[in-house]
């Protein structure tokens, strides 16, 4: 990387950490530390929210996931909006009239100790996991295309972040979160009219949608009903109103985001402002992504995005005849439908029906052709892996697209300026989360049930530790943590398989006020058993009948349904006592 790159990308991250300490140098006590003394407006927190949710997996994953597959990927945010209004109108309040900490200090007081706790556990599990792969994945595809050390990569994320974090604590988190997203949406701005200058003379960003549109790359809206679809209208709309209603309601590192407004109508504006703006953000990633293919379309692409494993085959006496073989014919097929996709712009220019049909056929066909050579690539690398116990390879390329055209196509500077976005995704996601990790777990377990009568200064001690302790901890696991999948469905697996449950016992709170603790106690260990017992039944034939986002509302409602049978059934000794 060229010094100018260097000295964009460092300048961009040390000012906004500088600038953060700056900001956060008045924290002294544990209510400033937690909940950043109320006093953020409501830009700040909508895009603090935004930043906690859009970490750099959403800049290196998702314009791979529109490479490959298009736009419907959209489809997953449409039930955003409507999230966003049930928790303002009906929960957001209650947070504020019980002035809590934590979105689990109510469960205590509508149901008892052991449902907070295990709602606590729950949240702590899975954003522990989230947070090691919100540092490894990023990590994971920079240390392969820079060829940087994938170990001090993580540490040298996971530090600096953690760093910042026990400085200012949650203020730290919500004043740099603004400033990284500022950055985040100029760097992919400034991409996109790059990417766009970079098309041929002859061809313009319309011509590219036409094109694009012509391939099946533009559906924003599949109406058709199908459970093993993971991107839909009906998935859209339903399911993810579950896992959205989890995530902004009960996940502590979005609640301590909008909990630190100076009032309710600031906190409310804030999530009624990530409502608004996501999905026309989360539809510009995608439609960079799609600018990144049309690119691709007239300057040959790898065979294969990911450079670190085309080197394993490369330095291979055993594979690299059959990969040079294949270079070949992905070179020749590349040639050919260059010049059938200018035949498809021009026919688009005449709007002749008959040869518009002819050269889309004819791109089709040959876009085929190049998914069977990459296809044979990766079974190339699977054949590697197989003979070399030492080597764990993941073939899927598809995060490695955005970075790889970064890398060797942007001008310098703005290779720096793309690395410090995806760093300042990275760096807001993992201190959101390593900010909530610990406030949960100071307030949660250690105030409540470990040592509930030491004074403020103790708490405070405790929470830089286990803030500390926690960025240690994520470190560690996202060391240990391997690639599967597209980044962005790992990390949507993940919260999915926990979300449901956690909704689902504060859904009983809200809505079913006859439920006591002990049912949905026992309910919601019965509705996680659920989740998980569907997930992997599922994936015992090898293929998905069930898209990982129903298992939110699967967990929701199991919970819920069980709950309130059990609260039936339960003697009245017991019921008393919950």
């Not at 979105?103 to 007081?109: D, K, R, S, V």
């Not at 706790?117 to 989230?130: D, E, N, Q, V």
């Not at 003379?201 to 559906?219: F, Q």
């Not at 490695?400 to 310098?412: A, D, E, G, Q």
């Amino acid at each position: 990387m060229h010094w100018i790159d260097w000295t964009v990308m460092l300048a961009v991250l040390g000012g906004i950490i500088i600038y953060g300490m700056w900001k956060t140098r008045s924290v002294d006590n544990v209510r400033s530390y937690l909940m950043g003394d109320r006093e953020l407006n409501w830009w700040t927190i909508g895009l603090s929210v935004m930043a906690t949710q859009a970490s750099a997996i959403t800049f290196l994953s998702t314009p791979g996931q529109a490479f490959d597959d298009g736009m419907r990927f959209v489809q997953f945010y449409y039930g955003l909006p409507i999230a966003m209004v049930i928790l303002v109108v009906f929960v957001l309040p209650i947070y504020y009239r019980l002035n809590v900490y934590t979105a689990y200090e109510f469960l205590e007081q509508r149901f008892d100790l052991k449902t907070r706790t295990l709602a606590a556990i729950l949240f702590l599990f899975s954003r522990g996991m989230a947070a090691g792969f919100t540092i490894a994945a990023p990590s994971i595809v920079l240390a392969s295309i820079m060829g940087w050390n994938l170990q001090w990569t993580i540490i040298a994320t996971g530090a600096v972040v953690t760093i910042y974090t026990v400085f200012g604590g949650t203020k730290a988190v919500s004043v740099t979160g603004q400033q990284q997203m500022l950055v985040i949406l100029i760097g992919m701005i400034v991409t996109a009219f790059l990417i766009a200058a970079k098309f041929p003379s002859d061809m313009s960003v319309g011509d590219g949608w036409a094109v694009t549109r012509e391939l099946g790359k533009t559906d924003i809206a599949d109406g058709k009903w199908d459970l093993s679809n993971r991107y839909n209208l009906w998935s859209g709309l339903i399911a993810s109103v579950f896992l959205f209603l989890s995530y902004f309601g009960t996940d502590q590192s979005q609640v301590q985001r909008y909990l630190s407004g100076r009032s309710l109508k600031e906190s409310r504006l804030g999530l009624i402002f990530n409502g608004l703006i996501k999905i026309p953000m989360q539809w510009f990633v995608l439609f960079t992504g799609l600018m990144v293919f049309l690119f691709f379309q007239f300057t040959e692409p790898p065979v294969h995005f990911n450079k670190a494993n085309l080197t394993m085959l490369e330095k291979s006496e055993k594979y690299r005849p059959q990969l040079d073989d294949l270079k070949q014919q992905h070179t020749a097929v590349f040639q050919q439908k260059q010049v059938e996709v200018k035949a498809l712009v021009s026919a688009l220019h005449t709007e002749d029906a008959a040869q518009i049909a002819a050269a889309k056929t004819k791109v089709a066909d040959l876009t085929a052709q190049e998914v069977a050579v990459r296809g044979q690539v990766d079974d190339l690398l699977r054949q590697y892996d197989a003979d070399n116990d030492q080597v764990k390879i993941e073939p899927n390329d598809k995060d490695y697209v955005f970075i790889t055209f970064v890398v060797n196509h942007l001008p310098k500077g703005m290779i720096g300026l793309l690395l410090a976005v995806i760093f300042c995704a990275a760096m807001s996601s993992i201190a959101s989360e390593l900010n909530a990790l610990a406030t949960t777990s100071v307030v949660d377990i250690y105030r409540r049930s470990l040592r509930p009568d030491a004074p403020d200064k103790h708490y405070f001690g405790v929470s830089k530790w286990l803030t500390i302790g926690w960025g240690a901890l994520v470190i560690c696991f996202a060391s240990v943590t391997l690639l599967f999948e597209n980044l962005i469905q790992a990390v949507n697996i993940v919260g999915s398989l926990l979300y449901g449950t956690i909704l689902g016992i504060f859904a009983v709170a809200f809505a079913m006020k006859w439920v006591r603790g002990t049912a949905v106690f026992i309910a919601a260990i019965v509705g996680e058993a659920v989740v998980l017992s569907v997930y992997f039944m599922d994936k015992m034939d090898g293929k998905e009948d069930l898209g990982f986002i129903w298992l939110n509302p699967v967990g929701c409602l199991t919970v819920m349904a069980v709950a309130a049978v059990l609260q039936f059934f339960l003697p009245k000794k017991l019921e008393a006592s919950a």
